[in-house]
Antibody, heavy 121, light 107 residues
Framework: EVQLVESGGVVVQPGGSLRLSCAAS????????MHWVRQAPGKGLEWVSL????????YYADSVKGRFTISRDNSKNSLYLQMNSLRTEDTALYYC??????????????WGQGTTVTVSS | DIQMTQSPSSLSASVGDRVTITCRAS??????LNWYQQKPGKAPKLLIY???SLQSGVPSRFSGSGSGTDFTLTISSLQPEDFATYYC?????????FGPGTKVDIK
């Protein structure tokens, strides 16, 4: 079964740091671009970051650039999001998602169940 | 960045109705347009990719069309399980961007 399972979401104070993880199974992980997408409570979907199949290219939304770092370990079939200098507006459900194409220009065809990050004092 | 808009923002429909949702991109995105369905408390689900290709396992009552800047998602005969929020997303350029969503609820 193709599956993504996120973990690491907690309650953290503003200015704090957090690392999210996403464990992949059921597909050849290193064949695909991977994404992080978030959804604030009651809001729509916001793309956060992507990483190419080999980790060689990364991109970020302007809202997180310079604060978040995406990475992957293909030997462990795992995706990560290091989140620093957290702000209250980063409070959201964070999903990892698999792109349908190695190029990263497909639809996001597999999603995890999400992990909740709450930034609050 | 490419901006995505959707209309309507919400609609009420009955089981069996034909439903059409429109998505517009702020510049041409060729056919790099994807549609997702999201139910409350659940992760989004890919329905349509590349504007008109049906994702595996998705019922054939869902269809997509369009190219360039204007796209539509059509549900030919709305079923009870289709009441959800629908998002379009462009994958033409980085950053990939989502539309604001269209909520389909029961009339």
């Amino acid at each position: 079964e193709v599956q993504l399972v996120e973990s690491g979401g907690v309650v953290v104070q503003p200015g704090g740091s957090l690392r999210l993880s996403c464990a992949a199974s059921g597909f050849t992980f290193d064949d695909y671009t991977m994404h992080w997408v978030r959804q604030a409570p009651g809001k729509g979907l916001e793309w956060v970051s992507l990483i190419s199949w080999d980790g060689g290219s990364t991109y970020y939304a302007d809202s997180v650039k310079g604060r978040f770092t995406i990475s992957r370990d293909n030997s462990k079939n795992s995706l990560y999001l290091q989140m620093n200098s957290l702000r209250t507006e980063d409070t959201a459900l964070y999903y990892c998602a698999k792109d349908g194409l190695r190029s990263g220009r497909g639809g996001m065809d597999v999603w995890g169940q999400g992990t909740t990050v709450t930034v609050s004092s | 960045d490419i901006q995505m808009t959707q209309s309507p923002s919400s609609l009420s429909a009955s089981v069996g109705d034909r439903v059409t949702i429109t998505c517009r991109a702020s510049q041409s995105i060729s056919s790099y347009l994807n549609w997702y369905q999201q139910k409350p408390g659940k992760a989004p689900k890919l329905l349509i990719y590349a504007a008109s290709s049906l994702q595996s396992g998705v019922p054939s009552r869902f269809s997509g069309s369009g190219s360039g800047t204007d796209f539509t998602l059509t549900i030919s005969s709305l079923q009870p399980e289709d009441f959800a929020t629908y998002y379009c997303q462009q994958s033409y350029s980085t950053p990939p961007t989502f539309g604001p969503g269209t909520k389909v609820d029961i009339k």
